[in-house]
């Protein structure tokens, strides 16, 4: 990008702290990969985390134990997979029926290494009409499956509990149709989100989301959670920018709601209903979703903050100051960085703080963009709000600013078992938790961080363990799920429910919703074939 002169900002905005070049060092060698899955900002075979061959990862992991083992979970009387039905699969997807243990390894395993299904069969149709052939013949058949895309999902949602089938989107990959006026993509649903992005970037455009798995995360698992991510509160949620969905059904019905309409006020938005299902009320083959236009200047600051309550104060001043170009503000607190330094070996950009936050500015005039940035960070230096930060205005800069937020949560899954969690709260409140919960749970844990998307008062809140403890899981639930319904929040914010979080909805959802949600599944999957024991609660 062109630099653009604006005299009155400070010095201390363009330096760079001790340690930066050894962070753009490793940032050069990362940042061309982008594949890790682990932060909000976007479901492949393997791990990514292996895929990308980190080096600060174990080799060889220990074997992750079977979820049926580590947690109460009954399997439901779901026919089994004979070898009349492994000739069937042959037959609708021929040369893409996978039963070999190895491969199937990767596709039993979520990419943190904390659930494990014991699937024996992998399909991977290439059409939405093979995908509802093989869907006919399990409903008929009574087969489980487990619909799955790139398999980034934090909540075990994406793989398997027992040996239900997984039916992956990873070849459903092409891009159907492309709008050059209304910004309108329609493609199927194993289309890879950064591929995606580079589609629509090349056209003058950006995808409405952003996400730390974009490398590896399809669009169909995208909408299937209703992913958040880091451009949320520039564009809003999936529920806003999706137009149509293309769904089978569990019974093989297609549901042809693929429309490009940014208006179609005729009867119910069915489309809606799929949105956050999770695979649970159909499996999701092509997506229709609006994309804004790219802008022309993107800006990140990084600013070091004295406490938390500074950190809102800031958000507040920067709402009221920079208004319609803020696109992003993410914070996170001292203990994520000294992490992202121990397990990643990238440095800090500013002088140690208690909290970072991360500012995104983006528009259509660098100069007007600027003009509002500075005349913002002058007045957050000056009133106190930050005592330190460094600005990025090249896109190679913006990069490596926003990997010290993005890859967080690969340093958490460095630092052995973690206990995630993704709640929605009042901002104001948004930090306490963490506080409480470091006094609540002492040296049984390793770490207790908070970060996440603050402008959403979105908090990610995680714990850090040498191992799985079920003492240390008690003392985690329900008080994390108790606390947060008496600040009368969501205890998933953009994750989803998956199999982890499936009983705690009733810490969000009253029983009459709960009630209709068991009610839409029994309608449109009678038989509860599609992502059993994810998503509704055991009870309902």
């Keep these: ?55 600060s990862m174990p080799s060889q992991p220990p074997e992750v134990m079977l979820t049926q083992e580590r947690y109460p979970v009954r399997r439901l009387p779901f026919s089994t997979v004979s070898e009349q039905d492994l000739a069937a699969f042959e037959r609708i997807v021929p040369g893409r029926v996978t039963t070999d243990p190895g491969e199937l390894e990767a596709h039993n395993v979520d990419w943190l290494r904390t659930v494990r299904g014991c699937s024996k069969v992998l399909l991977r149709p290439r059409t939405s009409e093979e995908v509802s052939r093989v869907l006919r013949h399990c409903h008929e058949r009574n087969l489980a499956v487990n619909p799955q895309g790139g398999n980034t999902g934090m909540v075990g949602g994406s793989v398997p509990v027992f040996d239900e089938i997984i039916l ?244 958490l899954s460095l630092d052995g078992y973690v206990y995630k969690y993704d709640l929605s709260l009042p901002v104001e409140r948004l930090y306490d938790l963490v506080t409480s919960l470091r006094a609540r749970l002492g040296p049984r844990a390793k770490h207790v961080v908070g970060y996440g998307h603050l402008g959403d008062g979105n908090l990610h809140l995680n714990v850090t363990a040498e191992a799985f403890s079920e003492p240390l899981l008690a003392a985690l639930e329900p008080h994390v799920y108790e606390w947060t319904a008496a600040q009368r929040g969501s205890v998933s914010a953009e994750h989803g429910v998956g199999f982890k979080k499936r009983d705690a909805l009733g810490y969000s959802k009253p029983p009459t919703a709960l009630r209709l949600m068991c009610q839409l599944k029994a309608l449109l999957d009678p038989k509860g074939i599609l992502n059993p024991y994810k998503t509704l609660p055991t009870r309902a």
């Excluded at 490793?26 to 791990?47: I, K, N, T």
């Design 1 to 55: 990008m062109v630099p653009h002169r604006v005299p009155r900002w400070p010095s201390w905005l363009f330096r760079a702290s001790p340690g930066w070049a050894q962070t753009a060092c490793a940032l050069r060698a990362w940042v061309p990969q982008g594949r890790w899955p682990g932060s909000s900002r976007g479901a492949g075979a393997a791990s990514p985390l292996a895929r990308r061959g980190c080096s």
């Design 168 to 411: 992956s989107t990873a070849l459903m990959n092409q891009v159907i149709s492309f709008d050059d006026v209304s910004g309108t993509l329609v493609c199927q649903a194993g289309c890879v989100l950064e591929q995606l992005s580079r589609h629509v970037e090349e056209r003058g455009f950006v995808m409405p989301l952003d996400l730390g798995a974009k490398g590896s995360c399809h669009i169909g698992g995208n909408v299937a959670t209703n992913a958040g991510g880091l451009r949320f509160l520039r564009y809003g949620s999936l529920h806003g920018t999706v137009l149509g969905l293309e769904v089978v059904l569990a019974d093989g019905t297609v549901l042809n709601c693929l429309t490009s309409l940014r208006k179609d006020n005729t009867g119910y938005d069915l489309k809606q209903l799929f949105i956050g299902s999770e695979g649970t009320l159909g499996v999701i083959t092509a997506v229709s979703i609006l994309c804004p236009p790219k802008p022309k200047a993107v800006s990140v600051a990084f600013l070091g903050c004295p406490s938390f309550a500074e950190v809102l104060r800031t958000f507040c001043t920067c709402k009221g100051m920079l208004g319609e170009i803020l696109s992003a503000f993410e914070f996170m607190d001292a203990e994520c960085m000294q992490l992202v330094g121990r397990h990643l070996h990238l440095a800090r950009p500013v002088q140690e703080s208690p909290f970072y936050v991360l500012i995104e500015t983006s528009g259509s005039h660098a100069g007007h963009d600027a003009e509002k940035l500075g005349s913002f960070l002058e007045h957050a230096l000056g009133s106190g709000l930050v005592t330190d930060g460094t600005l990025a205005t090249d896109q190679r800069r913006v990069k490596m600013l926003w990997a010290l937020r993005e890859r967080i949560t690969e340093a």
